[in-house]
């Protein structure tokens, strides 16, 4: 194992590499491994180029099937391209599936290879910050349905996951933002070094250091380990989720990118977790700095009332006995599952929210 590379230790383990200028070695790495079935790439075709490239590189009988990323690509009618892709290529079970993409293509692709013939190789390919700080990792494949997202699914553990931080050269500013909102998450909720390390970089050019990224996604990796022991540990990752998912929810999916809305979220829990005495205001400042620094919004969008948030906080599938189960920071590095905030506590800060 050398320093690029952290370890999943789920189902039978699998190496997470994050470097820079890696990509061209998924061949050697398939070979080492030894997968030597023939590779099927799905990629995002706004990494065209580099999937043609890739294609070359993985011998004469590799295929490939670019499609558009973006959620509305995480459906029915996408899956059944890919499989009618890999049917008509012959697919056999020795094979191997390659996700290129965004999130949207690492689960839509990851379902096809967790269900075509009963299930065949992965390997995700991250090509957003988001996708490499928290979708390839962990094993969760699926699509949404009409009634709802990511209603349709599996776990589906890949065998390896290859990040290039030079793929993010070419990815919106806007996107890069709604990454970091994922990896400052990181940051509060595990590692405190990784928040401060997060503080002082760039936020122009932070993306482009490999051991920044892998830092990030190295709370990933350590979560889904320890989660085989417990479960409660990966209730950690959804801190500015349970707020910002309620947002999106109201909004509309699609009017702020998912990053934005969990960088909303965490500032109104972290303006909870004061306000319920558990960590001293300077938490909310210092997050909040941090956020504005990488082009993350801190406020409610108009329009947002307070009780339409906790109508639909308390639909949400992780309230238990009508009480919402929060992760809320102690200190910066540190949090914890919390379900006995009053109502009227999440009412008031919900308030000053839309007001901040
Ligand atoms: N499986 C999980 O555990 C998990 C975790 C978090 C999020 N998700 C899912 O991830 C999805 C969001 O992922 P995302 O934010 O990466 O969205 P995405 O895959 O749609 O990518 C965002 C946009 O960037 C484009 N793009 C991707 N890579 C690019 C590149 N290198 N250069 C230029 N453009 C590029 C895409 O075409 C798309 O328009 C959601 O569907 C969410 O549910 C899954
Ligand atoms: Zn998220």
Known sequence: M??????????????VVVDADCWQQLPQRLQH?????????????????????????????????????????????????????????????????????????????????????????????????????????GGKTGINHPLG??????????????????????LPAREVAAGWAEAIKHGVIRDEELFARIEQADPHTAFRQPALVRQAVAVKVEVVNIDEREQAERMLLNYGHTLGHAIEQLLGYGVLLHGEAVAIGMHGEA????????????????????????????????????????????????????KIRWALPRRIGHAEIVTDVPLETVRAVLNRLQLA
């Open 33 to 137: 491994m030894g997968l030597t079935g023939r590779v099927h790439i799905v990629a995002d075709q706004q990494l065209q180029a580099i999937a043609s490239e890739l294609q070359q590189h993985c011998g004469a009988h590799a295929t490939l099937l670019c499609l558009p990323g973006g959620e509305a690509s995480k459906d029915m009618q996408t899956l059944m391209r890919i499989y009618d892709h890999l049917l008509t290529a012959r697919v056999e079970r020795r094979d191997i599936v390659v996700a290129l993409g965004g999130g949207v293509i690492g689960d839509v692709a990851g379902f096809a290879a967790a269900t075509v013939l009963r299930g065949i190789a992965c390997v995700q390919m991250p090509s957003t910050l988001l996708a490499m700080v928290d979708s390839a990792v």
């Open 271 to 322: 303006m909870l977790a004061v306000a319920h005495q558990l960590c001293a205001p300077d938490v909310v400042d210092r997050q909040a700095q941090v956020l504005a620094r990488y082009g993350l919004p801190t406020q409610l969008p108009a329009g947002v009332s307070a009780e339409a948030l906790i109508e639909v906080m308390h639909r949400d599938k992780k309230v238990q006995a009508g």
């Open 2 to 15: 050398t320093q690029t590379t952290l370890e999943v230790t789920a189902g039978a383990g699998y190496p």
């Open 149 to 170: 997202k990511n209603m349709i699914g599996a776990f589906h553990q890949p065998r390896l996951v290859l990040a290039d931080v030079r793929l993010l050269d070419t």
